[in-house]
């Protein structure tokens, strides 16, 4: 799926376009355009995106104003919310983990953080209305890691990846350390650091951070193509 702009898109800066890949059609199929409300917002710098296998959604990463993508229906849901009622965000990121919509926003200012929560993102009777319910706080220590050693960027680049049960977070901006936690019992625990593997200087430069299951057939062929290995601690 290509949302936010396509092949021949024209006038439309919102266009999407599906691609079926189970049908075994290779033709890309026209859906419904992104909301207008994210005209001004169609650059990965202001959005964060989550998807599934049923679904997608898209938050503008300030004001917390969310849509989502049936491709069932190929329709987007009106506007929603992804503003907790009892806590201010300046900036968030969404993921998945599972079937699970998680959310983590930034508390404090971009020149003052103070700390980020997570929340698990759940529907309720009404569709429009949202649910959501704390599921942790990122420690001081892994807060500070984060950001890097005498980092003066804001905190507004926060990469948001999740496999398995794990949950990772880490500083598009700056090469601070990788903020890992394991999800028990619906909540976020065991949150450690680490290092990324052979980074240095300025993290947008070099750095996509990016995580996977890894099968035995996935190790074989790295073993097979002289892949190098770098382990993170």
């Given at each position: 799926?290509?949302a936010?702009?396509?092949?021949?898109?024209?006038d439309?800066?919102?266009?999407?376009?599906?691609?079926?890949?189970?049908?075994?059609?290779?033709?890309?199929?026209?859906?419904?355009?992104?909301?207008?409300?994210?005209?001004?917002?169609?650059?990965?710098?202001?959005?964060?995106?989550?998807?599934?296998?049923?679904?997608?959604?898209?938050t503008e990463k300030?004001?917390?104003?969310?849509?989502?993508?049936?491709?069932?229906?190929?329709?987007?849901?009106?506007?929603?919310?992804?503003?907790?009622?009892?806590?201010?965000?300046?900036?968030?990121?969404?993921?998945?983990?599972?079937?699970?919509?998680?959310?983590?926003?930034?508390?404090?200012?971009?020149?003052?953080?103070?700390?980020?929560?997570?929340?698990?993102?759940?529907?309720?009777?009404?569709?429009?209305?949202?649910?959501?319910e704390?599921?942790?706080?990122m420690?001081?220590?892994?807060?500070?890691?984060?950001?890097?050693?005498?980092?003066?960027?804001?905190?507004?680049?926060?990469?948001?990846?999740?496999?398995?049960?794990?949950?990772?977070?880490?500083?598009?901006?700056?090469?601070?350390?990788?903020v890992?936690?394991?999800m028990?019992?619906?909540?976020?625990?065991k949150?450690?650091?680490?290092?990324?593997a052979?980074?240095?200087?300025?993290?947008?430069?070099?750095?996509?951070?990016?995580?996977s299951?890894v099968?035995?057939?996935?190790?074989k062929?790295?073993?097979?193509?002289?892949l190098?290995?770098?382990?993170?601690?």
């Amino acid at each position: 799926m290509v949302a936010g702009g396509v092949c021949e898109f024209e006038d439309d800066r919102l266009a999407v376009e599906l691609l079926d890949v189970e049908s075994g059609e290779e033709a890309w199929e026209r859906c419904e355009s992104m909301p207008r409300y994210l005209s001004g917002s169609a650059s990965s710098t202001w959005l964060s995106v989550a998807a599934s296998a049923e679904t997608m959604y898209v938050t503008e990463k300030r004001s917390g104003v969310a849509c989502c993508f049936d491709p069932e229906t190929k329709s987007w849901t009106e506007l929603l919310d992804f503003s907790p009622g009892d806590c201010r965000l300046y900036s968030r990121v969404i993921g998945f983990v599972g079937n699970r919509l998680l959310m983590a926003g930034v508390t404090g200012d971009e020149d003052n953080p103070t700390g980020i929560e997570l929340w698990e993102v759940a529907s309720t009777e009404s569709p429009m209305k949202l649910k959501f319910e704390s599921i942790g706080s990122m420690p001081t220590a892994c807060l500070e890691k984060l950001r890097g050693i005498d980092s003066d960027w804001p905190l507004t680049s926060i990469v948001f990846n999740a496999v398995g049960d794990m949950v990772y977070m880490n500083n598009a901006a700056e090469t601070g350390e990788i903020v890992a936690a394991e999800m028990e019992g619906g909540k976020l625990c065991k949150w450690r650091t680490l290092r990324y593997a052979d980074a240095r200087g300025h993290a947008g430069e070099r750095l996509i951070v990016a995580c996977s299951n890894v099968s035995f057939s996935d190790l074989k062929r790295a073993f097979r193509d002289d892949l190098r290995f770098s382990v993170m601690v």
